[in-house]
């Protein structure tokens, strides 16, 4: 079982910006995608972003162009920078690491945003 530990996250005003951290307890073998989730008081679960291990990206569409996922391999950490936050970015946000080889989702505690003035 791979340990997920998040960390960032806080309050900032509209417009400001964060990171959000997740870190693996170990480094994932056989393939791998790192996703992450958010989800707002009385919502569902809604994906956020993901990057796969041979390091291709993808985003929802309320955040392109304002959020980026990266990684450093040597960390086994996954980041998550939120750029020009809004109010409709509050959430508790979730990492996922989902390892290919062995079909196991590995989630990460939640973190909580909020934006607001």
């Known amino acids: 079982q791979v340990q997920v530990v998040q960390s960032g996250g806080g309050l900032v005003q509209p417009g400001g910006s964060l990171t959000l951290s997740c870190a693996a307890s170990r480094s994932i073998f056989g393939g791998y995608l790192v996703n992450w989730y958010r989800q707002a008081p009385g919502e569902q679960r809604e994906f956020v972003a993901t990057i796969f291990d041979g390091g291709s990206t993808n985003y929802a569409d309320s955040v392109k162009g304002r959020f980026t996922i990266f990684r450093d391999d040597a960390k086994n950490t996954w980041y998550l920078q939120m750029n020009s936050l809004k109010t409709e970015d509050t959430a508790v946000y979730y990492c996922?690491?989902?390892?290919?080889?062995?079909?196991?989702?590995?989630w990460g505690q939640g973190t909580q945003v909020t934006v607001s003035s």
């Open positions: 996922n690491i989902f390892e290919q080889l062995r079909n196991i989702n590995n």
